[in-house]
C-alpha cells in the first residue's frame, strides 16, 4: 500500500482561499466515503478537521471544507488566516479495512 | 471529554522489543463500534498508521509492518497495548494513540499528545 499523494506545500495570502488534494485509487480514496484530515502544527498532536469527506466536527471552523470527485479528495480552507499555517493530512480507510495516509501538505500564510 | 495519553520508555536499542501503553478516559473499548488505534511519526517526516483494536477484540494491522507490531487490550479496561519487536533505528518518532467512536466511523476522533521514542545504541 503507498501512501495518498498530497502536495508537499501551499501557501496563500491572507483571507484568500487555498486547497490542498489528496488523490488516493480506487482501493481506498475512490471506494469510501471514509477521507479525514487532520491539522498538525508543530510540537503538537493531529487534530481531526474533516472526516466523511465533507463533515467538520464540533469547534472547528466553518472555514475548513471537504470534498471528493473520484480517487481524489480536497481540502479547502477559505478566509485564511495565520493560524491555519501548518502540517495537513490526508487520511483514507482502504478496502483492506486498514488506513492510508497522505505524505502531508505544509500550508504557508 | 475524551483523553488518551501514550507511554513507554523514551530510548530503546536496536533488535529490542517497545512496548506502548494508551491509556484512555471518556469512552469505554466494550461500547460497540469503539476502537483505538496507534499511529506513528518518524520526526520530520509524514504520519503512519499502525494498527487498530477494536471493542470486540478485532486487530488490524499496517501490512507493512504486520509481523512485528502486537496490539491488545491492557490488563485496565482503559488501556491498550502495542508491543512492536525488533526496533530499528528507522523506527524512531512520535507514537501517537487515537480513539474511533462509532461503528460508522473511519477516523481518529481524538488523540493523545503523543510519545517520542528514540532507537539507538
Known amino acids: 500500500q503507498s501512501a495518498l499523494t498530497q502536495p508537499a506545500s501551499v501557501s496563500g495570502s491572507p483571507g484568500q482561499s487555498i486547497t490542498i488534494s489528496c488523490t488516493g485509487t480506487?482501493?481506498?480514496?475512490?471506494?469510501?466515503?471514509?477521507v479525514s484530515w487532520y491539522q498538525q502544527h508543530p510540537g503538537t498532536a493531529p487534530r481531526l478537521v474533516i472526516y466523511?469527506?465533507?463533515s467538520r466536527p464540533s469547534g472547528v471552523s466553518s472555514r475548513f471544507s471537504g470534498s471528493k470527485t473520484g480517487n481524489t479528495a480536497s481540502l479547502t480552507i477559505s478566509g485564511l488566516q495565520a493560524e491555519d499555517e501548518g502540517d495537513y493530512y490526508c487520511?483514507?480507510?482502504?478496502?483492506?479495512?486498514?488506513?492510508?495516509f497522505g505524505g502531508g501538505t505544509t500550508v504557508t500564510v | 471529554q475524551i483523553t488518551l495519553k501514550e507511554s513507554g520508555p523514551a530510548l530503546v536499542k536496536p533488535t529490542q522489543t517497545l512496548t506502548l501503553t494508551c491509556t484512555f478516559s471518556?469512552?469505554?473499548?466494550?461500547?460497540?463500534?469503539?476502537?483505538v488505534g496507534w499511529i506513528r511519526q518518524p520526526p520530520g517526516k509524514a504520519l503512519e498508521w499502525l494498527a487498530s483494536?477494536?471493542?470486540?477484540?478485532?486487530?488490524i494491522y499496517s501490512p507493512s509492518l504486520q509481523s512485528r507490531l502486537t496490539i491488545t487490550k491492557g490488563t485496565s479496561t482503559d488501556q491498550v497495548v502495542l508491543t512492536m519487536t525488533n526496533m530499528d533505528p528507522a523506527d524512531t518518532g512520535t507514537y501517537y494513540c487515537?480513539?474511533?467512536?462509532?461503528?460508522?466511523?473511519?477516523?481518529?476522533?481524538?488523540w493523545g499528545p503523543g510519545t517520542l521514542v528514540t532507537v539507538s545504541s
Open positions: 483494536i477494536h471493542w470486540n477484540d478485532d486487530k
Open positions: 487515537g480513539n474511533k467512536r462509532g461503528y460508522y466511523d473511519k477516523y481518529f476522533e481524538s
Open positions: 471518556g469512552f469505554s473499548l466494550t461500547t460497540r463500534g469503539v476502537a
Open positions: 466523511d469527506v465533507a
Open positions: 487520511m483514507s480507510h482502504t478496502s483492506s479495512s486498514t488506513f492510508l
Open positions: 480506487s482501493s481506498d480514496v475512490g471506494t469510501f466515503k471514509a
